[in-house]
């Protein structure tokens, strides 16, 4: 014979044993399983016989897996963005390193000469070269690189703009490699580089922290390259 409370048990049974839904499989495994852990526990989540404790704990599942899809998303377009300007960043970078070295040899000479005004002179060129030099290095990489030598062609083309909108965008993409000239500026004057200009004229390889737009986890900048920066690729700017 049934017992009378068997039903009743085996619901409340059921309910106790209603899982959270495990996340740690999804970690890591991209975009597109992250989007079905959680398309998978908003369906559990709109269940009215869920037990407390479970939903608690997939609210909380539901929250970390949110923020770990908004950070693949945020790290896979940064990837993108990277490629997409590598050769302009390389590029950039070489030649800046150049500038900078030829900056610093001017100013050893001058140096010799003890003027004061030229050795004032040739310190604020090799300041310039050095804020160059970083700039090129800490950009963001997520972001659309903007190009500290841009091509006289693309001025003149931007400067017979009559469309307000490609005006404006000009005028952003100036005020945010100012922005970020400052920024570098900064580092550079509490001496909170990630690296030495040293590091960088030798080629050593340079890792920092990239957590302007991201929760957590860094990302690896754009090292110098163990070449003479003085080879025939920087007449790509000629």
Known sequence: MAHPNHNHNSKNHSQRRAPAIEVAGVL???AAKLKKKIRD???LLKK???PAH??????????ALQVELQNTERDLKAKNTAKKYHMVRFFERKKAIRKLKQAMKAYDEVAKTEVRKDIKKARKVVRHSEVDVAYVVLFPK??????LYPNAKENEDKSTLNNAKAKRGTQLTEQRRREFRKEVETLIDEDK???TFADVLSGKAIRVEQTRHRSNGGGE???PEQEDADNG???FFE
């Open 54 to 63: 479970v939903r608690v704990d997939n609210e909380r599942a539901l929250k």
């Open 193 to 195: 580089l990630p690296f």
């Open 221 to 223: 900048i754009d090292a």
């Open 142 to 147: 997520e972001e659309k690189y903007i190009s």
């Open 233 to 235: 690729e920087d007449d």
């Open 48 to 50: 009215d016989t869920l």
């Open 41 to 43: 526990i908003g369906r």
């Open 28 to 30: 890591g495994g991209g």
